[in-house]
């Protein structure tokens, strides 16, 4: 048994830091996902251990100890795997520390797999638990569609035709999530207690913001010079911090108007990488 799996990056389009409880902060956000991918190779073993690789631009920085390994501790833990063990080789080209959720979404795609053959047979509640055991985005990756997530982690998904083209900006700073989150003093007031297809309006997301950006900002000034200067010199609709960061997202309607910016991005930053994508 061999398969070749996609995992891909997901983008916050927007995102609230609405209260904290312990040592948990309740979110709300408004999440896409976009072309942008891991290359994910699973096979079934003959072997005492799961052996687990990484390859790619931003392979170097994982430890051993992942949310790949997490994933595969918990379900030889609960007995699910039935004494099955998988090699896992996976090429990175979403960046790590992000904003984009690679990590989160690679242990999604395999689950997800896991379950589409049988491989292990768990209920949806069962799902949730192990979801939330490995990492708070896993739950969102097992279905690569748009998505809205209230402050109670109640998920809403819609089929949305029209595509948005995005250029993503990571520069080799990286962003710590904890280290974020421990920032925050402020918190906003529920605005996706109703989720809806308009809020996937470039329109009304234009209104919207990531509220970790003042943060993340002052730790970092080179993230606001970046969307400076996306807002003040290409067509973007937007632009908008992802997740905790570091990346930068800038928002198209056109693809044209999307590669003409990455150009011109490229010749003012020349040592960061970027690329551009669209929603899937």
């Known amino acids: ?101 690679g990590g989160s979404m690679n242990a999604a795609s395999i689950l997800n797999y896991l379950i589409k053959k049988k491989i292990i047979k768990i209920n949806q509640r069962q799902i949730e638990s192990i979801c939330k055991l490995v990492g708070s985005d896993v739950l969102l990756g097992l279905n690569s569609t748009n998505t809205v997530i209230n402050y109670n982690n109640e998920i809403k998904r819609f089929n949305i035709k029209q595509k948005i083209y995005t250029l993503i ?17 402020k918190f906003d007031k529920p605005k996706f207690t109703k989720p809806n297809k308009q809020m996937f309006n470039l329109q009304f997301l234009k209104k919207m913001t990531n509220s970790l950006e003042p943060i993340v900002f002052s730790m970092h000034r080179k993230l606001k010079s970046i969307k400076f200067f996306l807002e003040r010199y290409t067509c973007a609709e937007f632009v908008r911090m992802t997740g905790s960061g570091s990346a930068i997202v800038a928002y198209f309607y056109s693809k044209e108007n999307c590669d003409k910016a990455k150009r011109h991005f490229n010749k003012k930053y020349k040592n960061y990488w970027c690329i551009s994508s669209k929603t899937i």
Do not use: W
């Open 169 to 185: 900006i990571k520069p080799t700073i990286g962003c710590s999530t904890k280290r974020v989150y421990a920032k925050v003093r």
């Open 1 to 101: 048994m061999q398969a070749n799996i996609r995992s891909y990056a997901k983008i916050n389009l927007a995102l609230n830091v609405i209260k904290k409880i312990s040592n948990f902060h309740k979110i709300e956000s408004i999440v896409s996902f976009i072309s942008l991918h891991d290359e994910i190779l699973i096979k079934k073993i003959k072997s005492k251990n799961h052996i687990i690789s990484f390859t790619g631009k931003f392979s170097k920085n994982i430890g051993k100890i992942n949310t790949v390994s997490n994933l595969l501790k918990i379900l030889d833990n609960k007995k699910l795997l039935k004494n099955n063990k998988f090699k896992i080789k996976i090429k990175k080209n979403i960046p790590v520390q992000a904003g984009l959720g």
